[in-house]
């Protein structure tokens, strides 16, 4: 019975998100596994760890800010310098 429950509701999700579920096999730009994004929180798990924890929620989320705009960068191929100079000059005061 309690097999048969989460049985029951994962048969469900697979129900709901089926167009969802193998997006890959019709659009070739989307991967077929999520290591891009698991390699995209590593730093912030590193940084965690080495620390081991942000002192403050404003640290934590100007450190996410950071890491996102960079590894952006990285994946474009793009100039971070480049990047954070635009958004330095970009930003309203």
């Known amino acids: 019975p309690e097999n048969q429950k989460k049985l029951r509701a994962f048969h ?11 997006t890959f096999l019709y659009h070739f730009h989307v991967p077929a596994d999520n290591n ?3 390699r995209a929180i590593r730093n912030v798990k590193v940084k965690q760890k080495v620390s081991g924890q942000f002192k403050t929620e404003n ?9 996102s705009v960079t590894d952006t960068c990285i994946k474009n191929g793009q100039n971070i310098f480049g990047a954070f100079k ?7 005061e």
Not at 12 to 22: A, C, T
Not at 86 to 91: P, S
């Open 86 to 92: 635009t958004i330095a000059i970009l930003k309203p």
């Open 12 to 22: 469900k999700r697979m129900i709901k998100h089926k167009e969802y579920i193998l």
């Open 59 to 67: 640290g934590a989320q100007v450190y996410a800010v950071i890491r």
């Open 36 to 38: 891009a994004s698991e």
